[in-house]
């Protein structure tokens, strides 16, 4: 099964500024190691980061077409955006909404999330782990034990 591990603005500089917050892993790393986990537990994971909100949106547009899962980090998007809100709302497949920092120990407007609301689930606040945990809740929940 595909599954699509989407992430929003500024994600690309994951390990290169603010360690405290966001940890020292880079995007590339992260990457590789939701790949692999992936393929441990029978997924095809597929990680994508964009700067650009219209790209994202094409790319939850494809996840409702074809039925993927989707794991979302919007990153600020995620407090601002409705058009991306309304897009998750077309969603077929899972959603797990994940944020590596907690979220709710931060500034007010990071409280309020306009993906939330369609998401299957929301992890906050495991660090990159969040993702890892993110994959094996959809592979527990669409594979059945003769896979
Ligand atoms: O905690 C998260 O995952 C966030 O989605 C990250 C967003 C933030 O706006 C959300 O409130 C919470 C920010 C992503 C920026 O990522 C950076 C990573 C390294 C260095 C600088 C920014």
């Known amino acids: 099964m595909k599954v699509l591990v989407l992430n929003g603005p500024n994600l690309n500089r994951l390990g290169k500024r603010e360690p405290e917050i966001y940890g020292r892993t880079t995007f590339d790393d992260l990457a590789a190691t939701l790949v692999a986990h992936g393929r441990k537990r029978s997924l095809d994971v597929d990680v994508r980061q964009t700067n650009n909100e219209g790209e994202l949106i094409d790319w939850l547009h494809e996840a409702a077409d074809h039925g993927h899962p989707v794991v979302l980090n919007a990153a600020a998007w995620t407090h601002t955006s409705v058009a991306i809100g309304d897009a998750c709302a077309q969603l077929t497949g899972l959603l797990i909404e994940v944020h590596i920092s907690n ?30 945990h ?5 592979a527990d929940e669409t594979q059945t034990d003769a896979e």
């Open 134 to 138: 993110a994959l094996d809740f959809i």
């Open 103 to 132: 979220v709710h120990r931060r500034e007010p407007f990071r409280h309020h999330s306009y993906i939330s609301a369609h998401a299957t689930g929301v992890i906050v606040g495991l660090g990159v782990r969040g993702y890892e």
